[in-house]
């Protein structure tokens, strides 16, 4: 029974440690469109549509593979949470 909670307890702090770091790569993926568009904006009047048609390709690529991302996440929380959920289950059944 003490194996078990401890093995929820590892699988709860691995998820959070992985969401913490999906995170940050999202703001520093965040901070380089930022970027981009600061560099295109310093362009001023010279910037040509095709290079404003890129940055918008850039970001819909981006914008895609985050929501990919967080739809992985999300899927993987839920199916943890699922399996914790049946461990704790079985466990609750065992002190009784």
Same mark, same amino acid.
């Given at each position: =029974?003490?194996?078990?909670?401890?093995?929820?307890?590892?699988?709860?702090?691995?998820?959070?440690?992985?969401?913490?770091?999906?995170?940050?790569?999202?703001?520093?993926?965040?901070?380089?469109?930022?970027?981009?568009?600061?560099?295109?904006?310093?362009?001023?009047?010279?910037?040509?549509?095709?290079?404003?048609?890129?940055?918008?390709?850039?970001?819909?690529?981006?914008?895609?593979?985050?929501?990919?991302?967080?739809?992985?996440?999300?899927?993987?929380?839920?199916?943890?949470?699922?399996?914790?959920?049946?461990?704790?289950?079985?466990? =609750?059944?065992?002190?009784?």
């Amino acid at each position: =029974m003490i194996n078990k909670l401890r093995d929820i307890l590892a699988k709860n702090v691995f998820l959070r440690k992985k969401i913490s770091r999906m995170l940050k790569d999202f703001h520093r993926d965040h901070e380089e469109i930022n970027t981009a568009l600061r560099m295109l904006l310093e362009k001023g009047s010279s910037v040509k549509i095709k290079d404003f048609k890129a940055m918008l390709k850039a970001f819909r690529i981006e914008r895609k593979n985050i929501r990919l991302k967080i739809d992985e996440i999300l899927n993987e929380f839920e199916r943890a949470k699922d399996e914790i959920d049946d461990q704790w289950n079985m466990v =609750m059944a065992n002190v009784k």
